[in-house]
């Protein structure tokens, strides 16, 4: 027969390992999705920070200096374009998960163009995005979000923070802010009001694009699901592609003129407009000019 020291001894030991088991289990199983480590995607905070620093080249700074260079091609060529445009946030107008790399709260700096979190990190949206949006409201084409994220009121909270500077503030020669009469300047809008019946809130595509039509009906002016453009990072959203009949266009390192112009030319071309021709002298010309 087992004394009782010895008991209590083995006791102990079970209960240890059992401990140390259910470390192990935390370690290898819970906490990994809990924390993201390996951050699959790029954050700029250091490009972002530097912008606070003045560095031209950073996000900040082009963001409140649009200019003609970064305005979709497509918005002016004559041909027709999607009665509605849709973005992602998360990775298509902004470089990170607002839910994951945002620490709440938020405020704006610099004039608005960059958002700072609680611990002093920079946020702002991708450089060419400010002109894109500018561009969209200047054509009267409607622009609208769908968002998944898990943090809604964050994000709205960075939308309303973040303002988007008119084009027309600056010099289409040089950029000159200094030499455009303030009493033609427009007042900055705050990226939110750019976007009409978003719909940013944990949940399906699929579901954020019925929402949107609702909303476009409820307005008096429906939006058919083939007259709307989405832009989004992650292919597996094509799937309003296939079950609503939306052009979907998957951008990889966030919105550029060129992402659009290319999304734009792929819901042309699913309805059936190709590109112009050009005629024989200007094919001549740029066989010269390359």
Known sequence: MLSLSTIRLQR?????????GALVVLGLYVLPPLIDVTMPKKLFSSSLSSAANGDPTSPTETLSLPSSTTVPTTFSDGLPLPSLIVFDLDYTLWPFWVDTHVSSPVKPKDNNTRMVDRWGESFTFYPHVPAVLHAARDKNITLSLASRTHAPDLARDMLRGLVVTPASQY???????????SKTREKPLKALDYFRFAQIYPGTKTAHFRKIQEATRKDGEPVEFRDMLFFDDEARNRNVEVELGVTFWLV??????????KGVWEWRKRRGIEKKRKNAKDEARAELEG
Do not use: M, P, Q
């Open 12 to 20: 102990a030991l079970e209960i240890t390992g059992i401990f140390v």
């Open 171 to 181: 010099n289409a020669a040089d950029g000159d802010a200094d030499k455009v009469a």
């Open 252 to 261: 990889r390192d966030g919105v550029t003129r060129d992402e659009v112009d």
